[in-house]
């Protein structure tokens, strides 16, 4: 960062802090992981720079011929991931890619299922605080009371009641594979589309560790910077029958022009994701979820929908009296961080919920596997039982310090 310490040294000093708390802590944001190699370099390069409205050999920019080349790699290398038939790898996050598909798919007013927020699903998918429930009429499902999974039955139901245009399925905070054959044919039921985001488990699909929603899906979205370790970004696949749709209402319908810089990492991330160590990795990451399952449920843990087949467990912490904010803080005060969650069924604000989100993605990336999930386990055991314990603290502190010297970042 020569130059940035010299143009801005605050911003460089921030920049080099953030760095040190990544290397020195342990990241279980089930929602994050660290970069492939390559990802930090494609985001900092000279397409930074390029305007490039529109799309390859149709922008309203000139210079474009590097971006064009550059844009359809990333394409191809992204249909050929996951099977699809087209991509669109403009959209800026994951909102903005199910923004692109709503407004592609859908009229102002139409009726749409989706996941119910509080039951694991996204803010995207027209909850309350989000403009999405402004402009398309969202009806919610959710998931059985006993076996806290989806309630597939009570969708169909719906379904038949409501005759919505489009299901969504997909999720934040569900830990349990989803049946898209089983949706697919409630949609089909009533004429609806059926849209997937798979942001969360994108890169356990890619390394085809966990089905794919590809062959049931009208489109599928997803981001490119959690278990698929990229850098950020959102992508929407689709059938090519929508492939115009979709391409307008990403530009110029939702979007100017497309972060370059952002496509360049999508490319790169296409492309790793694509190798064998990739799918060990994803391998590893959902073993060490189901580790980290097992290790915690050994010591009396409740997790919701009693375990885990993806990268996350959802841990219900009300048997043990401590809110997800006050777990939250007392492992972040250690150097393990980690995030509050609603709960299904629990109906409350989720700054006062008992849930508690952890995922493996990250410590996957560092290598960690088995032994270092079980020490992190008990970790987090110490710190819930004792939150303010300044003696325990101090002591997972140096564990912490001396784990992440033995698994330095990846890159
Ligand atoms: N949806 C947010 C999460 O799962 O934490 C991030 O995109």
Redesign the pocket.
Known sequence: MRALTTSDPEVAALIRHEEERLAATIDL???ENHPLPGIFEALGSAFAVKAAEGYPAARYHAGCAHADALEDLAIRRCCALFGAEHANVQPHS?VAANWAVYFAALNPGDRVLAMRLSHGG??SHGAAASVTSRCFQFEHYGLDPDSETIDYDAISDLAARTRPRMLVAGA??YPRLIDYARLAEIAAGVSALFMVDM??IAGLVAAGVIPSPLPHADYVTF?TY?TLGGGRGGVILCREKYRSAIDRSVFPGCQGTPAVNMIAAKAVCFNLAAQPDFRTRQEQTVANARYLGDALTERDYRLVAGGTDNHLVLIDLRPRGISGEHAENALAAAGLFA?RNPLPFENTHPNRSGGL?LGTPAITSRGMGKPEVELIADWIDQLLRQPDDPAVRRSVQSGVAELTRDFPLPC
């Open positions: 944001i089930a929602a994951g996204h803010l934040s905070a942001a969360h981001t959690k995030n989100r």
